[in-house]
């Protein structure tokens, strides 16, 4: 009998010794395209939300990873007033891990980036910008390799193009190596070399690509022989648990797991990696105001507080009244912009044959509420450093410009213009295309109003920039905006627009 018991002993030690057979796990937190949301936009987001949400999943789970896949900057007048201070600062406050660059980050030049990221604790990556003639030359690597529960998982950065997003004079220096050729190529080499188990792309391509000869994550996943995983931005795509977009199989039909959170921080995602048989649970958390409670950080709001009252004292100053509600980058959005600027370009330029305007859908980062409209409304809608121009081009250029813009569902056009097309995105094809009520002759030139981004090339618009420039203004267009909106104001009138399109799918 003593014996048998002391054979139960043992094998009772044994399996205590026995490791705990339930697999690790490794979570995930990816955020994106955040734009410089640092309070709650239609009560949703924000950055204390953000830092509770995260600092919760940080004490109920052992093994965590936070990533940023890029444009943590531009979209409020936090960036416009501040220049990335509050942004970049709140980067190791939420504590992320590692980051990659946005094509916003670079709005205020490399340079100016380069003294906030050097600043920055979080690994930078970035596997095809190659930065080595530039400030940020020491500040980036290609991949981070973590070991979790003795299993290698290695993390690599993929970048957009920045032809045709930043302006050539904002990331002077660097160059860019296909994503779609480094993407792979940089997953394999972290599992043939490095050894790695898992490997997960931190993308800021996109979900789908935005014009042709583009690749989007959605692409390079059905390509891939070695990626395991994509946590993306840029596209603002949201991709909710259980879209089927999530769930994309590789060139071995292979499942690979793909999340992107829209934009503006009012979600952020989790990817909770099984470490035994790698298999990826994909959620997302809506950041409302059930975490208010829980954000408890009197330091972080003290150190807030300074930037808030002058956000606040210059989003208070009425300038004038709207009409109607519009969402950020709708049809009505893009309309009221197109119609003003073509009211208000005369005055400006002094060119008082102007025959439409161009402008572009993303350039609009704010929804326009009914009621009043403040500095700081215009100031956050129109953000961006952009100018007005005045362009003279053939009509051949400016319906290949049209087609251009239907590759992405239409963009923003003056009451001057109506145009049809048919086709996929990938291939649009103009069928009418009238400007004034009339046809637009290829041999005729005609004089535009735009914004230096698009005759600069930006959202592939080359062609808006190949003739002469009779106007080039050196103000920021916002201001205009402003100033306009003071004049309707003055005269009477409020902000209204149509909704009616100008560019229409067949």
């Known amino acids: 009998m003593k014996k048998f018991s002391k054979i139960i002993l043992a094998i009772a030690i044994a399996l205590i010794a026995i ?38 999943i ?71 910008y190659d930065m080595s003639n530039t400030p940020l030359a020491d ?80 692409i390079i996943a059905t390509k891939s022989h070695y990626i395991d995983m994509i946590v993306g931005g840029h596209t603002h795509t949201l991709l909710e648990p259980g879209d089927p977009r999530t769930q994309v199989r590789n060139a071995d039909g292979k499942i690979i797991t793909i999340g992107q959170n829209g934009k503006t921080g009012k979600y952020i995602a989790t990817y909770d990696i099984d470490l035994d048989d790698w298999s990826v649970k994909y959620n997302q958390i809506k950041l409302d105001k059930s975490f208010d409670a829980k954000a408890n950080y009197p330091a972080m709001e003290a150190w807030l507080k300074p930037y808030k009252f002058k956000v606040d004292s210059v989003m208070n ?55 009043n409209v403040t500095e700081g409304l215009i100031g956050s809608m129109f953000p961006f450093d952009n100018r007005f121009v005045v362009v003279e081009v ?48 290829p041999n005729k030139t005609y004089l535009i109003g735009t914004i230096d981004y698009l005759a600069n090339g930006g959202d592939h618009m080359e062609v808006l920039g190949k003739g002469a420039r009779p106007f080039v203004d050196t103000i920021p267009y916002g201001e205009h905006m402003k100033s306009y909106i003071k004049q309707l104001t003055k005269s009477g009138r409020m902000v209204t627009a149509t909704d009616k399109p100008r560019m229409v799918k067949k």
């Open 394 to 441: 053939t009509g051949s250029d400016l319906l290949e410009a049209l087609r251009v813009m239907a590759t992405r569902g239409g963009d923003a056009l003056s009451k001057e213009f109506y145009v049809e097309y048919t086709g996929t995105n990938e291939n649009p094809k103009i069928t009418t295309a009238k400007l004034n009520g009339k046809k637009i002759n």
């Open 139 to 218: 500040v980036f690597q290609p991949y981070s390799i973590r070991t979790v529960a003795g299993k290698r998982i290695g993390f690599f950065g993929i970048n957009v193009n920045p032809k045709g997003l930043i302006s050539d004079d904002k990331y002077e220096g660097m160059v860019y190596l296909d994503n779609a050729v480094v993407a792979d190529a940089t997953a394999k080499y972290l599992k043939e070399v490095q050894g790695v188990d898992f490997t997960v792309m931190v993308s800021h391509i996109g979900y789908y690509p935005e014009a042709v000869g583009l690749v989007g994550d959605s």
């Open 58 to 128: 940080r004490r109920n789970n052992k093994n965590v990873i936070a990533v940023h896949a890029g444009d943590a900057v531009q979209g409020t007048l936090y960036f416009s007033l501040f220049r990335g201070e509050v942004e970049y600062a709140a980067m190791d406050s939420l504590g992320y891990d590692m980051i990659i660059l946005g094509n916003h980050e670079f709005d205020n030049g490399i340079d100016e980036l380069a003294e906030h990221y050097k600043k920055i604790k979080a690994v930078k990556l970035s596997a095809n």
């Open 19 to 56: 490791p705990n057979l339930q697999a690790e796990h490794l979570i995930v937190i990816g955020a994106n395209d955040t734009h410089s949301q640092i309070e709650p936009n239609d009560d949703l987001g924000g950055l204390l939300r953000r830092r509770a949400a995260m600092d919760e």
């Open 317 to 371: 100053n009425v300038l004038g009244t709207s009409a109607l509600a519009m969402k950020d980058g709708d049809i009505a959005s893009q309309n009221w912009l197109c119609d003003a600027v073509m009211e208000m370009m005369p005055g400006i330029t002094g060119i008082k044959k102007l025959e439409g305007v161009i402008m572009n859908k993303g350039g609009i980062r704010q929804p326009m509420p009914k009621g």
